[in-house]
């Protein structure tokens, strides 16, 4: 807990799993002195209220955002122009303005044209979550040993970036800057495309007509399994991540799609030395994870398994 808060008043726009996390994480460390919400229905703003997450409630994000040192914007990331747009006017000088959207050029484009001079703004993106949405799927140790990355514009001042730094630092998190083209290309490697090729086995399985639905729930230990977590994550969300973030995604995918058919062709012409140097180097990145403490290094990421389980898992 903070001897002083970081942040006199901090408003969250956007209350949902992260804008909701923020609230719980700042509240349980002391890193605010007040903590203003604001969601785009009544009813999300109601549930923030019955929770407990902040200490004033509105449902206007200009007014929410009035006199507040520190904002971060938590939604679907197609929202944030309109958003910037709606908080600008009420913004005092030399409040820093933050997000937390997983893609970061776009929401650049969208945001900064909409922010008036004398506020800092430093997009970042908590790269921390679940598969679930809204203000009750929050937790305060959401973001505890995860990476918040922050893409400051050129000429940014150093102690805006440092104050946010320390608020997410108090969070829990470790700060890591980079250029926003470069966040979106690395994220399109390590969690667009991944979802993307989960969204599209759980699909494809869905689709196939000579395997039953019942099969693939019952077998769904083999690996399906793993995959549905990551396809039951948000659709409003990962519509907006894959339009915008249109060409690291569409570049990552040309290769991803080249290597794939790399795979084919081995598996063809039973060329078992590529597949299993291919497996071998794999393995050794989640190793590799793992020793970065992103992951549990328990078998199955922990899974119970016993005689009950009836686990016909490979
Ligand atoms: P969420 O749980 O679905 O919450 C979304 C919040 O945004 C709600 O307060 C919702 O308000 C509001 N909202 C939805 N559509 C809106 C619109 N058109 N205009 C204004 N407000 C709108 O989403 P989340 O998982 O917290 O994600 C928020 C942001 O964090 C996204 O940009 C996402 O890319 C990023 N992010 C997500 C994760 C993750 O794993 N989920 C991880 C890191 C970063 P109402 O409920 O009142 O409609």
Redesign the pocket.
Known sequence: MADTPIIDRLALI??????SSIARAAKANGLAGHIAIS???A???ARAEELGLGDSYHEDAGEAVKDADLVIV??????SG??AAAIGPHLKPGAIVS?????KTSVVRQMAPELPDGVHFIPA??????EY???D?GFADLFENRWCILTPLPGTEAQAIERLSAFWRGCGADIEIMSAEHHDLVLAVTSHIPHLIAYNIVGTADDLEAVTETEVMKFSAGGFRDFTRIAA??P??WR??FLHNKEAVLEVLGRFTEDLFALQRSIRWGEGDELFELFSRTRSIRRGIIEAGQETEAPDFGRPHGKSDGDPAE
């Open positions: 956007g209350i949902g799993l992260i804008g969601s785009r229905t009813a999300t703003l938590s939604v679907p990331v197609g929202a309109a958003v997000d937390a959207g997983s893609v993106h908590p790269v921390a979550g679940t949405s809204g203000p799927a994550s948000d409003t969300m907006d991540v």
